[in-house]
């Protein structure tokens, strides 16, 4: 297993994650009562952390592509194009895998092909933090280029549902800024701060260090972690300047308190993959190395034809019930893929090296 296996398997993690939120969600029951209840609460809950890591891991892996690129030979700016490139096939897949779900719903809109979605938010914040992590000399400044967009994204989603401009790009491009119409939950500001912030982060993996600079990297970003959490907890008590902020919409604690998070989950996962044989099969990598191959397929079975009789069944321990046993038929399909397609979906310098 190779020496960043753990960010893989965070990324599969966050897909774990992802099939928990869109099986309990289709398939529990719609009754308010039963979704009222704490344990839905708590399965919600988890489930809102899919998307931040999904999106924080591939600013991860922007960096690790720019990187990759530059070991072999290319100039900066030829590996931050090379990055850019990938982040517009991202942002052109979103668009296909509409048509997709257009085709084989015979309930679908025409509207509904360019609903704005997580795929969407991630191609265009790759091809910005691909762009960022290239401008500057020196690597603070290069930090900043990434941190202060980040920071911008952050403090812009709490001004975006006042401002009056968005409202001239119609419903659709709209949905890029702020929550419109029928739009999705997923807009740039503040969304794309976790692909930026991860960029960062990013770049500090690509150093290369011997294994006691490694666990003194791990400790440091366990600390600053944790730090980071404590601040944004505080925070979380103070009141907001901004107009258009609570705490479970864009405000600052929110963000920073998941991105906190987030960072400490790195070295936990360095840890995990440092215990003994941790070098076997796991299927947690298995899933970060075919993350996107494993969200085309399960999205429309979850929500199509094929999982219907289920759509809103089941209750709460049988939906937990399907969602593990689907869980392994998705682990199945992605062993099938990985051995056949080589994880053609995520090219080799996307994943951890």
């Not at 893989?8 to 719609?30: F, K, N, P, Q, Y």
């Not at 998307?51 to 600013?59: H, N, Q």
């Not at 998941?258 to 044989?277: D, G, H, I, N, T």
């Amino acid at each position: 297993m190779n020496r960043r296996a753990y960010i893989d398997w965070l990324r599969g993690l966050a897909v774990v994650i992802m099939i928990e939120a869109h099986t309990i969600d289709s398939w529990t029951v719609s009754d308010p009562a039963v979704r009222a209840q704490s344990h839905f609460k708590l399965l919600q809950f988890l489930a809102g952390w899919a998307a931040p890591l999904f999106l924080f891991l591939a600013g991860v892996s922007v960096a690790l592509a720019a990187a990759s690129h530059v070991r072999k030979g290319k100039s900066i700016a030829e590996a931050s194009w090379a990055v850019q490139k990938r982040g517009w096939q991202i942002f052109g897949l979103a668009f296909l895998f509409r048509l997709q779900s257009f085709m084989l719903s015979p309930t679908a809109s025409w509207p509904s092909l360019l609903k704005v979605d997580i795929l969407n938010v991630m191609g265009l914040a790759m091809v910005a933090a691909a762009w960022c992590g290239a401008r500057g000399r020196t690597e603070r400044g290069r930090a900043l280029w990434l941190l202060v967009p980040a920071a911008l994204c952050v403090l812009l989603a709490q001004y975006a549902p006042g401002w009056w401009w968005p409202t001239l790009l119609g419903d659709r491009l709209e949905g890029y800024v702020r929550t419109a119409g029928a739009g999705g939950n997923f807009m740039l500001f503040p969304w794309a701060g976790f692909v930026l912030a991860g960029a960062w982060l990013g770049r500090l993996f690509t150093v290369n260090r011997d294994a006691a600079a490694d666990r003194r990297f791990h400790g440091q970003l366990a600390l600053g972690g944790t730090m980071l959490f404590v601040a944004a907890y505080i925070g979380s008590y103070l009141p907001t300047f901004t107009p258009y902020s609570s705490f479970w919409h864009g405000s600052t604690s929110w963000f920073l308190l998941r991105l906190s998070v987030m960072v400490v989950m790195f070295p936990l996962a360095w840890l995990w993959l440092k215990r003994p044989r941790a070098d076997r099969w796991s299927p947690m990598v298995v899933f970060g190395q075919t993350s996107l191959f494993v969200y085309w397929v399960h999205v429309e079975v979850v929500y199509g034809f094929p999982t219907y009789p289920l759509r809103h069944e089941l209750s709460i321990g049988g939906a937990l019930i399907a969602y593990a046993i689907f869980t392994g038929i998705m682990l199945w399909l992605a062993v099938l893929w990985s051995h056949r397609a080589k994880g053609a979906l995520i090219p080799a310098e996307l994943r951890a090296q």
